[in-house]
Structure formats: C-alpha cells, structure tokens
C-alpha cells in the first residue's frame, strides 16, 4: 500500500493525478493540503493544460476523508484543507483549466465531493457513490453547497439525510456523470477526452471555466455584463486564433491553432 497521497504522470500537455492512499485513496488534512500545493502548481504551469484525476485500483477511487487517521490523531473535521479546501477542488483559486474526472470505483464522503469539483465525469460501470457522512456525525460541507446545484433538490436531500448509494446507471440518469464505461476503461475514455479537447483552440477553456465560475449565482442579464467583463474573453476577443478560426472556415481547412 502506497503512503503517498497521489502519483504524477505528466503526458504532454496532460497531467494524471492517481490518488493512491492506502486501500481506499483516503485523504488526511494534510494529505489534502499537499493536493492543494499540487492543483495551484498545475494552475500556474503554462505546460499543463489539461488534468485526468483518477484512483489507483479497481475498487475505490476515493473514500474522502481518512476517518481511521482521525480515530488515531483527533484531527478535526474543520481542519485546515487548504486554499481551495478538501482536496483542492472545492472552491481552488482562479482555476480555469479543465480537469477531467476517471472514477473507477466507489467515490464517497469526500471523494465523491472531489468529483464534483471536475469539469467532465467518466465512471466505470462499477463505480458507486454516496455521502453517508450522515452515519458517523460530520456534515459533508461540499455536497450540501454543490450538490443540489448538481441534481434535483429532492435527490440531493435524500442522499444527503439518508446516505444512500447511487449506482453509475442512477447518477448517469441526474447528469451527475458524462459517461459509463466498462470496468477498467475509464482513464482510456478520459485520454480520449483530453485528445479531444487538446485539439481545440487553447484560449476557450480558460474563458469558458472563468465564465462559467463568474456567472454562477447571477441572473443571466447581469451573467451578459459579467462576461464583457472578464479578462479570458477579451484574451480570446483579441487573440490571432480568432481570426485564424474564420480565415480556416472561409478556407475549409482545419485551423492551426497558436494559442495567442
């Protein structure tokens, strides 16, 4: 069993973070603060453009909070996370590059919490999924704030209150994931994403994540003056893949995107 929190496998423009603790992926406080260290030094290099966040095995892909670490030390359940709180992906600092989420396996509690800081979920056909923080006394602070922006009100209540288990087929059914593979190809289908995406122009995704982040609780009349206002758009506004992506149209060619 790894005593590591997480293994880096960096793949051109791609980082792949395999949580790998124990045998269940669990994640202490300071086990979250050093992923907190890792998502703001994934942010702030221009080499890494994309994330696949995965687990190691087939079982878990992470219980969440390290509930026998807290047995042990007494650690608190408002410990210091970190910036961006539990796992980093709560609520990270002016982070708008795309990460996509490979579940392979139970995510729940804090786990599952993580996933939904991800920007597009694929799960194994196995995975399963609960907050049944409810069982041992401790309020799953994340789910409570995203969750019931995720899915139907009535659904997160229920599987907050009760800590039931979602299968992949029911969070698949509330758009809580984006696609269900066979068990073992989830990190092959989120290569295939990043593929995807990596041939894009590289300007949109950060202007789409800071768009999307900066008009989440607004009315979408003002959402209209928040995005005038942001400084990916005008980045992307401004840019030569801009006028490279019409010229490539009226051409009929693929565009040759720059990044600039």
């Given amino acids: ?12 423009p791609v980082l792949e973070i395999t949580l790998s603790k124990g045998k269940a992926n669990a994640i202490s406080a300071e086990d979250s603060r050093k992923m907190n260290r890792m998502w703001e030094a994934f942010r702030d290099n221009p080499e890494q453009r994309f994330a696949i966040l995965t687990g190691k095995g087939e079982k878990f892909f992470s219980a969440g909070w390290d509930l026998k670490n807290v047995a042990d030390t007494g650690e608190e359940s408002d410990s210091d996370y970190g910036s961006g709180g539990f796992g980093g992906l709560n609520y990270p600092r002016n982070f708008n590059k795309p990460v996509i989420c490979a579940v392979n396996g139970i995510a729940c509690g804090g786990g599952f919490e993580i996933m939904l800081g991800c920007d597009i979920i694929v799960a194994e056909e196995h995975s399963t999924f609960a907050l ?7 309020l799953p602070d994340c789910g409570v704030v995203k969750l019931r ?15 039931r288990w979602m299968d992949a087929e029911e969070a698949m059914h509330w758009g809580l994931v984006n696609h269900i593979v066979p068990q073992g190809q989830g990190l092959a289908k989120a290569r295939e994403i990043v593929e995807q995406l990596a041939a894009g122009p590289p300007l949109l995704y950060p202007a789409i994540k800071q768009v999307l982040r900066m008009t989440e609780m607004v009315t979408e009349h003002e959402a209209f003056s928040v995005h005038d206002a942001c400084s990916a758009v005008e980045t992307v506004n401004r840019s030569e893949d801009m006028k490279e992506g019409a010229k ?13």
């Fill in 1 to 12: 069993m790894s005593d590591k929190p997480f293994v880096l496998n960096q793949r051109g």
């Fill in 132 to 138: 049944p923080e409810i069982n041992v006394g401790v």
């Fill in 149 to 163: 922006r995720r899915i139907p009100y009535h659904v997160a209540v229920e599987l907050m209150m009760t800590g």
């Fill in 248 to 260: 490539a149209f009226a051409e009929k060619r693929n565009p040759e995107w720059k990044g600039k």
